[in-house]
């Protein structure tokens, strides 16, 4: 909406601000911020009188989960999303395919994850709907997403797998683009579900990748940059910068009432949302394979679990106390603090790690 208010900078001083994208991403994140503050203590009541007993605890969680965690409302990721989308709708470039597709697929894959902390809710039971039905429509949401990126990309390199650390290197992989695209989208969401399992574990990560996404989008879709950093120019795609740091803001705003002892959880509806839309920004900058390295936690935390579900099938064993990872490390005696900020640590460096593939080529 703001984004209009440029085209008077030729007439009224200071507006040719709204062109930039620069301003327009440090608009979203206080503009998100700011809504989720002002409105998060109301949703939080209103979700702690409409749920009662809150989110269900696993049984077979940590014990500690089971008296410290009790009661405590879920479904935070409404808080994240509604200020992410009005300040998406406030500051970006509404005439930009690549907003819309990033915002669809963050709504669609958050009402998957809305309805299936409903059913946890009101069974209170830790088993949502059918697993295998969610993926089927997660994966269809993804190709969809995916698709409409190959229509909106660059013809060059739309249906190609872009080579960090390496120039001008893409893999062609053709319509299996869609396959590869949707495979990272709905394995990112699910990653960043099993993630969310401490008080503020997963929502600082999420921030961590969003931050390294917002500068990533910005390069890649200015030509200057993009030319000067070898890396795959996608032109029209530094407008994601300013969805990116809606989500940094608007995950500030629910740290605030996420930090422990938590008052809300995020639940699925803001880990499979956030994580898809990490993931869709990824494929659309041509940077999926990026996207391992910065969020190198949240494939760790599903690695865990896969690991821990085939041993457990082939041998009866179990290689860690617990899965995912970081109940792993609760069992070995790490209190919650401990786990959650050497993570936020581990994500730090990943992050560099991933940014430094914009130079090293």
Known sequence: MFYWLAQFGDVIPGFNVFRYITF????????????????????????????????????????????NKKGTPTMGGLMILSGLIVSVLLW???????????????????????????????????????????????????????????RIAN?????????????????????GIVAFGAFVIVGAGNAVNLTDGLDGLAIVPVMIAA??????????????FASYLQIAHVPRSGELA?????????GLGFLWFNAPPAQIFM?????????????????????????????GLFV???VSVIVQVISFKLTGKRIFKMAPIHHHFEQLGWTEAQVVIRFWVISVV????????????
């Open 92 to 150: 970006a470039n509404l005439a930009n395919p690549y907003v819309w597709v990033v915002l669809g697929v963050t709504v669609s894959f958050g009402l998957i994850g809305l309805y299936d902390d409903y059913l946890k809710v009101t069974r209170q039971t830790h088993a949502g709907f059918s697993a295998r039905l969610r993926l089927v429509l997660e994966v269809v949401i993804a190709a969809i997403a995916l698709y409409a990126i190959t």
């Open 24 to 67: 327009r991403t440090g608009g979203a994140v206080i503009t998100a911020l700011l809504f989720v503050f002002l409105f998060g203590p109301k949703i939080i009541a209103l979700l702690r009188v409409k749920q009662g007993k809150g989110q269900p605890i696993r049984a077979d969680g940590p014990a500690s989960h089971l008296i």
């Open 155 to 175: 013809p060059a390199t739309a249906y190609s797998l872009a080579v960090p650390f390496l120039k001008d290197i893409y893999v062609y992989l053709g319509w």
């Open 242 to 250: 300013i969805v990116c740091g809606a989500v940094i803001g608007a």
């Open 350 to 361: 990943l992050a560099l790690v991933g940014l430094s593939t914009l130079k090293l080529r």
């Open 211 to 224: 931050a390294s996404f917002a500068l990533i989008a910005y390069l890649v879709g200015n030509a200057g």
């Open 267 to 295: 639940g699925d509806t803001g880990s499979l949302s956030l994580g898809a839309l990490l993931a869709t920004v990824a494929v659309a900058t041509k940077h999926e394979i990026v996207l391992a390295v910065v969020g």
């Open 300 to 302: 760790l935390e599903a």
